[in-house]
């Protein structure tokens, strides 16, 4: 690198540090409650707490790579606030159906393109590895749970069979000789999972150059945890039993589980040793010589597209600003619900079924039951409106039974389809068992503005596409419920109520 050359790198770098400072400190302002929010579940939840450690992570990675990025004159890359723009319209999706994980997701690839619009193509390359490490400081991952807590569950069950112990199962729940089990969301793995990604990755940047050999090792890194959390969950299950359930209960149930990872994931970094490649002195110095900087008013391009990533990052507020005031004139709490039973149905003079689904924080509920001589069916509607994060339909958190439960389990599911003269829609089913042995059918379905749909990504999407029209927000969960055995009152209810469901819904709208 010559004389010159190294001038004007540094000139560059004295004008780019400063607006890529500018850009992220605007960036982190105006997007302060999406990055309380990531830290918030980091401290919260022991699956994320892992986050705390990738923002210094990846800063040492970039200080690692200070004397090749010398190299390297900033120039700005002015296609990039266009993606900015992109992103931050998805973020506004996010805020507006209450997502984190797109939020987040949104916020930190907002710095990553910060940093390479200003900075450029080449330095971002150059660092392109801690700047990906960073999206691991969003938590998320926990949709896998309800598949690998299926899975943990089906090896278990093989497992003890192909052992010779006879296994009674219900969904995630199963009965041996010596005592109950049940697979919950600790017994998933994804704790497990999450862990050896974000570790792995690190182990195969650091100790291997060849492309291949570093996607191998990542692979790796996600089989080794699920299959041995799938032995973990066998090998404590078989020591509750021999041990006439004495050992790996309670706390030893969690202890046992970390030390059987540790010992598995240090076995899988041993193994990988074995392979490291290490790199060539001065390669990577060699390789950013040949880009160097050329052109000494590099400097003077980077403010004029930190005000455009200025200018792209904040638009998104704007348009979230416009339309939280057309919503606040219709009020946040809907009247109260009103529903009228179908012919031939009388509304109950008490609840016989002491159930309640575990949907949180609605506006407005009706939970009621009705009767036809000896048959009983349940209702259960829950609105919601000028919804947030603390008052929003669809929700992880959002369920027919939480496994915690002491009284009630799922012990299956489906779907069926369901019409009355309306709307046809395919409803969730779902069998539930408490422990008296009582079961119930249920069936499920969201209404979003008077759409109708099971599904909890189409009814995110009508909820945003809502919003942006300026229609609001309203949605409503209904569930009807019956006795198990008398499914045929339920279809026979469901026929007549959709309607007036639909009614009570669009009174409660105002429209």
């Known amino acids: 690198m010559n004389a010159a050359s190294a001038v004007a790198a540094r000139a560059a770098w004295r004008g780019a540090l400063p607006a890529l400072t500018f850009v992220l400190a605007w960036i982190l302002f105006w997007y302060w409650d999406t990055a309380r929010a990531m830290v918030v579940i980091w401290a919260r939840s022991e699956t994320f707490t892992h986050a705390f450690l990738v923002p210094p992570i990846a800063m040492w990675l970039i200080w690692r790579q200070r004397h090749v990025l010398a190299h390297l004159a900033p120039r700005a890359w002015w296609p990039v606030p266009a993606v900015a723009l992109l992103v931050g319209f998805g973020w506004l999706l996010g805020e507006l159906t209450a997502v984190n994980a797109v939020t987040q997701l949104a916020l930190v690839s907002l710095l990553v393109l910060a940093v390479a619009a200003v900075l450029g193509r080449r330095v971002a390359w150059a660092m392109v590895f801690p700047l990906a490490y960073l999206f691991f400081a969003v938590p998320v991952g926990?949709?896998?749970?309800?598949?690998?807590?299926?899975?943990?569950?089906?090896?278990?069950?093989?497992?003890?069979?192909?052992?010779?112990?006879?296994?009674?199962?219900?969904?995630?729940?199963?009965?041996?000789?010596?005592?109950?089990?049940?697979?919950?969301?600790?017994?998933?793995?994804?704790?497990?999972?999450?862990?050896?990604?974000?570790?792995?990755?690190?182990?195969?940047?650091?100790?291997?150059?060849?492309?291949?050999?570093?996607?191998?090792?990542?692979?790796?890194?996600?089989?080794?945890?699920?299959?041995?959390?799938?032995?973990?969950?066998?090998?404590?299950?078989?020591?509750?039993?021999?041990?006439?359930?004495?050992?790996?209960?309670?706390?030893?149930?969690?202890?046992?589980?970390?030390?059987?990872f540790g010992v598995v994931i240090l076995l899988m970094f041993v193994i990988g040793a074995r392979w490291t490649e290490h790199p060539d002195a001065g390669e990577?110095?060699?390789?950013?010589?040949?880009?160097?900087?050329?052109?000494?008013?590099?400097?003077?391009?980077?403010?004029?597209?930190?005000?455009?990533?200025?200018?792209?990052?904040?638009?998104?507020?704007?348009?979230?600003?416009?339309?939280?005031?057309?919503?606040?004139?219709?009020?946040?709490?809907?009247?109260?619900l009103t529903f009228v039973a179908p012919d031939g149905w009388q509304a109950a003079d008490a609840r016989s079924i002491d159930w309640r689904p575990a949907f949180a924080n609605p506006r407005a509920e009706l939970q009621a039951e009705f009767i036809q001589g000896e048959r009983r069916v349940g209702i259960f509607v829950g609105y919601y409106r000028r919804q947030d994060y603390e008052h929003k339909l669809v929700s992880s958190d959002n369920v027919l039974v939480k496994t915690s439960d002491k009284v009630w389990l799922r012990v299956a599911g489906g779907s069926r389809e369901l019409a009355s003269g309306g709307q046809p829609v395919k409803a969730s089913t779902a069998e539930l068992r408490n422990v008296a042995g009582q079961r119930l059918a249920v069936w499920q379905w969201y209404w979003i503005g008077g759409r109708l749909t099971s599904s909890d990504h189409l009814a995110k999407l009508w909820q945003a596409v809502h919003r942006l029209l300026g229609e609001g927000d309203d949605s409503a969960v209904v569930i009807l419920y019956a006795p198990k055995e008398d499914q045929a009152a339920l279809a026979d209810f469901a026929a007549g109520a959709m309607g007036s469901v639909e009614r009570t819904l669009q009174a409660a709208r105002g429209r």
């Open 284 to 336: 990577c110095v060699g390789r950013a010589s040949a880009n160097e900087a050329t052109e000494s008013s590099a400097a003077g391009r980077c403010w004029p597209i930190a005000i455009a990533m200025v200018l792209a990052t904040v638009l998104p507020h704007l348009g979230l600003a416009t339309i939280e005031r057309q919503e606040a004139a219709r009020g946040g709490v809907p009247p109260p």
């Open 142 to 260: 926990e949709f896998v749970m309800p598949r690998m807590m299926e899975w943990t569950a089906d090896f278990t069950v093989r497992a003890l069979t192909l052992t010779g112990i006879p296994v009674y199962r219900e969904g995630q729940n199963f009965v041996i000789p010596s005592g109950n089990w049940s697979v919950v969301e600790a017994c998933s793995g994804v704790r497990y999972l999450i862990a050896s990604v974000v570790v792995g990755t690190l182990y195969a940047y650091l100790n291997y150059r060849s492309l291949r050999r570093r996607l191998v090792f990542i692979g790796v890194s996600i089989v080794v945890p699920i299959v041995a959390n799938w032995l973990r969950a066998y090998m404590i299950v078989m020591l509750g039993h021999l041990s006439g359930n004495t050992l790996a209960v309670g706390v030893n149930h969690l202890i046992y589980g970390w030390l059987f």
